[in-house]
């Protein structure tokens, strides 16, 4: 098919990179018809949960342990000297990644984005936020950002307003401009939301956010896998995403934090590895990012993130951008083709790299369990956004979510599985 | 697993649900949900005069195909059966009952209306105090 040369990735050779995808799945070697229990190929459309990983950032992660696994920041032996800048550079590659000129400085590695929330929300919220002062939310948060700030308004008495979704699943501007007000101290925002796909602005949120001396924290957990991302463009001052939608392994984030904010904020964990000078009587904290790294991090994580970013880089995040958002659009147009699908948010050529919709007279939960006997991984349920899921009245729905190794013809492999569960519910 | 999941009975059950709907003379009536799928169940028990076997069952509920044709099958299984009886059922009473094999990820919605009809006879005999049922532990 011709338009298929309009797609900018090389997913053949992309697809030779992730084993996984080599595998077959499903069937049932009880049921006449299902052949051997292992016969059909996996058709993984559920990257928005999380990313297949690519063989060099597991080989990454097979080196450090073979070659040089050893303590960082501690020994002033061979290893833990490979190790320590090994981990310590792997810090600068992920902030050149995302723009931060700060290098490792402005780059705290974390679990995951959730650990990057709950980081900003305990070492400055906690400390910070009283009754006077109101956080600002979207409707769509995921429940990393919304359950984090909700319980920090109620410990601190804070007042958590949440920006309108509009129809058409984009944030109702208007509202986010009068609900950011001088009481504002915090506004944290999703990026792309992981069930709409709406790809939200958030330099212009970072506009409202400053003008009343609040900050912004951007929920980027969607949007740096796939996209180019510079925290100074977008005047973020924290942003953070999560190491395993992006190639790399899970156990692994990044908080993207502006350095002289970092620098006035108090650690969130305490221990070993962080601190400078230990008395019986008190203690003082090394250097960013370290400060907020107490513990042994995860070494090989963070190697792998790094090396998952330039695995991206060599293919190019733009690519990657468009590859994703043709896949997208060819997803949303043959799954509208049909009157009993309803998809959520945005038009398809104005969304990240997902689509959430319901089969009607379907539970999500059975047509996923139906696409699985296919091998099409997908994701149902509420995606870690029950508020928005009440909002749009659904218990549940279903979500494609693409990557680069997707292909149109697992786009059409998605759309002739819903067409069987159609059938069998007929 | 499967599409096994799907044979006619669970279908059968799912597109027309026996005894649905609510009882007025009800002896007890429980409500449980499964969070994770959003499945509803409401089950209404009428016993019998010697306040110990099941008489009728009605249920009223929403959610995916394998939650409500579970609790359709368990609607009729239960007539004729005792509360201690009830109290004895478990997670393989209700496989079997299905016919079909449950996949790991599945099973809270196949035992949420045994779960609700359990607890709605432990609260009527006063040995459980909660409002509703939930398969999260």
Redesign the interface.
């Given at each position: 098919m011709e338009t298929q040369e309009s797609y900018p990735l090389d997913v053949e050779s992309i697809r030779a990179d992730f084993p996984v995808l080599e595998r077959k799945v499903?069937?049932?070697p009880?049921?006449a018809g299902?052949g051997d229990g292992d016969d059909v190929p996996l058709v993984y459309l559920d990257n928005a949960a999380t990313s297949q990983t690519p063989k060099r950032v597991v080989e990454a992660i097979v080196d450090y342990y073979y070659e040089y696994n050893a303590n960082v920041h501690r020994g002033i032996h061979h290893l833990s000297q490979e190790a320590s800048v090994a981990y310590e550079e792997a810090h600068d590659r992920v902030a050149d990644f995302v723009g931060a000129s700060g290098g490792r400085e402005e780059v705290v590695f974390t679990n995951n984005t959730t650990e990057a929330e709950n980081l900003v929300a305990r070492s400055w919220g906690l400390n910070e936020l009283g009754p006077e002062d109101s956080i600002v939310l979207t409707e769509m948060e995921h429940h990393a950002s919304l359950v984090t700030w909700q319980q920090v308004g109620k410990k601190t008495g804070a007042e958590v307003r949440y920006i309108r979704t509009e129809e058409d699943g984009t944030l109702d501007m208007d509202h986010a401009a009068d609900l950011i007000d001088e009481t504002t101290e915090m506004v944290s925002v999703v990026h792309v939301s992981n069930t709409l796909g709406t790809v939200n602005p958030v330099a212009e949120l970072a506009d409202l956010a400053h003008e009343q001396d609040a900050y912004i924290f951007v929920d980027a957990a969607q949007s740096v896998p796939n996209r180019s991302v510079d925290v100074e463009a977008m005047d973020a001052d924290f942003l953070a995403f999560s190491g395993h939608k992006m190639c790399g392994p899970t156990g692994i984030g990044a908080l993207y934090g502006k350095r002289a904010i970092l620098e006035e904020l108090e650690p969130f964990n305490y221990g070993g590895g962080h601190v400078r000078k230990v008395t019986y009587e008190d203690a003082t904290w090394e250097d960013l990012p370290w400060k907020f790294e107490a513990g042994t991090p995860n070494i090989s994580g963070g190697i792998a993130l790094a090396e998952a970013v330039d695995y991206l880089e060599d293919i190019g995040m733009d690519r990657i951008q468009r590859h994703e958002e043709l896949l997208t659009e060819y997803a949303y147009d043959r799954l509208s083709e049909f009157d009993d699908i309803e998809i959520y948010g945005p038009p398809g050529d104005q969304r990240g790299g997902l689509v959430s919709f319901n089969l009607d007279g379907?539970?999500?939960?059975?047509l996923s369990?139906?696409l699985?006997?296919q091998g099409i991984a997908i994701r149902a349920?509420?995606h870690c956004t029950q508020p928005l899921h009440d909002k749009l009245g659904i218990?549940?729905s279903t979500r494609a979510s693409f990557y680069l190794y997707n292909t149109r013809e697992e786009v059409d492999a998605l759309v002739e599985g819903v067409d069987e569960a159609r059938e069998?519910?007929a | 697993m499967g599409s096994d999941m799907y044979r006619q009975q669970i279908l059968d059950h799912y597109k027309n649900p026996r005894n649905y709907g609510e009882l007025d003379d009800a002896t007890f009536s429980h409500v449980g949900e499964n969070p994770s799928c959003g499945d509803t169940i409401r089950m209404d028990v009428r016993l019998e005069d010697d306040d110990e076997t099941i008489e009728y069952v009605a249920f009223s509920g929403d959610g995916c195909a394998i939650s409500q044709a579970s609790a359709s099958m368990l609607s009729s299984k239960l007539q004729g059966l005792t509360l201690d009886e009830l109290a004895e059922l478990d997670r393989d009473d209700v496989v079997d009952m299905l016919g079909v094999d449950i996949s790991p990820m599945r099973i809270k919605c196949a035992v949420l209306a045994e779960k609700v009809a359990q607890d709605g006879a432990k609260i009527y005999r006063e040995d459980l105090d909660i409002d509703a049922t939930t398969t999260e532990e």
């Open positions: 499903g069937g049932d009880t049921v299902e379907v539970h999500s939960h059975d369990s139906i699985s006997d349920g509420d218990p549940a069998l519910f | -």
